[in-house]
């Protein structure tokens, strides 16, 4: 099942390249493996996905034990500052930058372990209350002073767009992230890359590749459904 579902997304990841006129190899597919055993991951794993998606610290540093060391971890769930230091050297990108304060907490820790952490700012395009991130104008004043953190790299920027019935209801908002994205790009910031765009989960990242995305976060589509107690997914 897993494995037919996984063929399913990368089809689909192939036609929205194709309809907007990308290179399927500018997008990269992040099986977002949350709540699953590592034997779902090892499934996914022997069909070649090498990028996997958590958002707890706890449950990412076990499977990283766990797991096939050519796995590269990405970190999308928001961090508290004090379990930072757990995840550095182990998480490849931290998807979710969502304060100064937290990048402030990564520049320290890095610093003391003398590694350079790469990181997205994330931003909450529409402005919900129940999400994390940047509002898209204070934006690009954290990106200034995030960029002078020797050890800290910004990559680029990621959001989480609103739940909608149908997936189309959220291009403007991966349309208007896109223009930031490029807009930032122009600007050539030194210690800041800016050429990848996390938007797009399993509703809706057809139009977030037709929108420019270059990484895609699929949990369900690929795992199946999360199991919830009560209002937290588990
Ligand atoms: C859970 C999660 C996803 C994957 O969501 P699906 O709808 O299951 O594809 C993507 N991004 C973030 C930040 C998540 O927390």
């Known amino acids: 099942m897993i494995l037919e579902n996984l063929e399913e997304v990368n089809k689909r990841i192939i036609s929205a390249c194709k309809k907007a006129g990308r290179d399927p190899k500018e997008v990269t597919l992040i099986a977002v493996s949350k709540t699953k055993p590592s034997s779902m991951i090892e499934e996914v794993y022997g069909a070649g996905i090498r990028a996997f998606g958590e958002n707890k610290v706890q449950e990412l540093c076990e499977k990283y034990k766990e797991l096939p060391q050519d796995i590269s971890w990405h970190m999308i769930g928001h961090?508290?500052?004090?379990k930072v230091k757990q995840i550095l050297g182990k998480a490849e990108l931290i998807h979710s930058v969502d304060s100064l304060r937290l990048a402030e907490q990564i520049e320290e820790d890095a610093a003391k372990l003398d590694l350079t952490v790469d990181i997205?700012?994330?931003?909450?395009?529409?402005?919900e209350e129940s999400k994390f991130g940047f509002k898209l104008e204070e934006t690009?004043?954290?990106?200034?002073?995030?960029?002078?953190?020797?050890?800290?790299?910004i990559k680029g920027l990621m959001t989480i767009a609103p739940f909608v019935?149908?997936?189309?209801?959220?291009?403007?908002?991966?349309?208007?992230?896109?223009?930031?994205?490029?807009?930032?790009?122009?600007?050539?910031?030194?210690?800041v890359t800016m050429n990848v765009l996390s938007?797009?989960?399993?509703?809706?990242?057809?139009?977030a590749i037709e929108?420019?995305?270059?990484?895609?976060?699929?949990?369900?589509?690929?795992?199946?459904t999360r199991y919830k107690i009560g209002e937290n997914e588990v």
């Open 79 to 82: 961090l508290q500052r004090n």
């Open 140 to 153: 690009e004043e954290a990106i200034l002073k995030i960029a002078t953190f020797p050890h800290v790299r």
């Open 120 to 127: 997205l700012l994330e931003v909450n395009v529409a402005e």
């Open 165 to 191: 019935e149908k997936s189309e209801e959220n291009r403007f908002i991966f349309k208007k992230l896109r223009q930031f994205y490029v807009d930032m790009q122009s600007k050539n910031i030194d210690n």
């Open 199 to 207: 938007m797009g989960m399993t509703g809706d990242y057809e139009i």
């Open 211 to 224: 929108e420019g995305a270059t990484l895609v976060r699929v949990g369900t589509g690929i795992f199946g």
